[in-house]
């Protein structure tokens, strides 16, 4: 059967696996959702800047989220989870992980959804989901050895494997162009959307005053270079693996985007 019998990218056969290095067709797919990912970016962002100096109307900002409820989950596996992170991952990283979690709480407050969503499970992944690269002692995908390390933090914490498979396929899908939510699940789905805010700097889905109030906790400042420095080392380690695949486009696309402090004007009604 060839390539066609390997499992999805991302999903639970592939981790089990070990995150086996992407077949040829697997490596087209991916680039071509990575750049749909970006053109579709590109069109929004075009007429948000215009907005913003005045070419054409500003846009109205989402609405703003109460972070106060989002604090991360004072429990045993979320301490441990940001315990991990802080002992082996670099500060931009850290940082980077925090932010994550953040927006991905925003995005999915805005998105109206009424199912309620694994606040604890989202946040042991956010902190998570990067700390693989970190990892000297891993064979294979940096994203597995996150993953597995979620595992294993989580089965100690008493989570039933559900719960665990839910918080592992929301860090090996993280990379994935698409994450749709009836296939991986909501904290996979959200996390991905969340992640995307912050890595190619989406300042038009978050309210200013959220943006300045995560901004100043977790500042973004050398995340571009520490992100360039930490995907070229696993790609040059796993030449199979997605960041590999990527070559200098995710990099490229963290260099080339950045958040401003600076608030919007205020969209004026339209005299009458």
């Known amino acids: 059967m060839g390539n066609n019998s390997r ?14 290095p992407l077949s040829l067709s697997q490596r087209l797919i991916l680039l071509a959702g990575t750049a749909a990912v970006l053109l579709g970016d590109a069109g929004p962002r075009l007429r948000w800047s215009l ?5 054409m109307p500003a846009p109205h ?14 429990t045993p596996a979320v301490r441990a989870a940001e315990q991990h992170l802080r002992a082996v991952a670099s500060p931009h990283i850290i ?21 309620p969503l694994d606040r604890e499970a989202l946040c042991v992944a956010a902190l998570l989901h990067d700390t693989g690269l970190f990892d000297p002692n891993r064979q294979g995908c940096f994203i597995v050895a996150g993953a597995r390390h979620a595992r294993q933090i989580t089965a100690a914490a008493g989570w039933a494997t559900p719960r665990q498979d839910s918080v592992a396929l929301a860090i090996t899908t993280n990379l994935n162009p698409f994450v749709p939510a009836h296939r991986y699940g909501p904290v996979a789905h959200y996390l991905r959307e969340g992640g995307l805010v912050d890595v190619i700097a989406q300042q038009r889905a978050i309210h200013p005053d959220n943006l300045e109030e995560i901004l100043d906790r977790y500042p973004r400042d050398g995340f571009a270079e520490d ?18 695949c990527f070559g200098p486009i995710f990099p490229t696309a963290v260099r080339w985007s950045s958040f401003s402090h600076q608030k919007p004007p205020e969209p004026t009604s339209a005299k009458t």
């Open 7 to 20: 499992p999805p990218v991302g999903s639970l056969e592939w981790e089990k696996l070990g995150g086996p």
């Open 61 to 74: 900002p989402p609405r703003k989220i109460d972070l106060a409820g989002w604090a991360p989950p004072q």
């Open 227 to 244: 992100t360039a420095r930490l995907v070229g080392q696993e790609a040059r380690r796993n030449p199979g693996c997605r960041f590999a």
């Open 51 to 55: 907005g913003r100096r005045g070419v």
């Open 95 to 115: 940082d980077h992980s925090f932010r994550t979690y953040c927006f991905t709480a925003i995005r999915y407050e805005l998105s109206h959804n009424s199912a």
